[in-house]
């Protein structure tokens, strides 16, 4: 299974646009070689460098396993959008508060449609997922808050 992005590549930098404090638009994702027996895909965001530990920016699950490709724009109608570690439900973009910190989208592939509605916490996530996780890969970017006048 492979998880691209045309707006980045593994290990680079991400746009600012991704960043809660510009734009909070969610970068272009591309998904190939799902594993057969997939019935639902999940992303999630989360920050690997946070000093609170664990954070989660994102969270999205029941994703058809013939998705190829999410953006800001498109959601599909089935997916189901979990509550980030702030309580809110949706994308929020990457808030480093100084320094770069690495931002990493993990996608899975599930054996399961899961019977979670919106709204979820990724506790409630990482349970109902548990035992159907057929494949995992990662895609990591590099946030950096630019210096004022600097933003791309």
Known sequence: ??????????????????????????PALEIRDVPEGARSL??????????????THWLVWNLPSATERVDALSLPTEARVGMDSF????????????????????LLALDAVLGLESGATRGQFEQAASGHVLDEVGLTGEIKRPSPGMED
């Open 87 to 106: 309580g809110k439900v949706g994308y929020l973009g990457p808030v480093p508060p100084e320094g770069v910190h690495r931002y990493r989208f993990r």
């Open 42 to 55: 999940a992303l999630i965001l989360e920050d690997l460098d946070s000093p609170l530990g664990e954070v």
């Open 1 to 26: 299974m492979r998880l691209t992005s045309p707006a980045f590549e593994d290990g680079g930098r991400m746009p600012w646009s991704a960043s809660a404090p510009n734009e909070n638009r969610l």
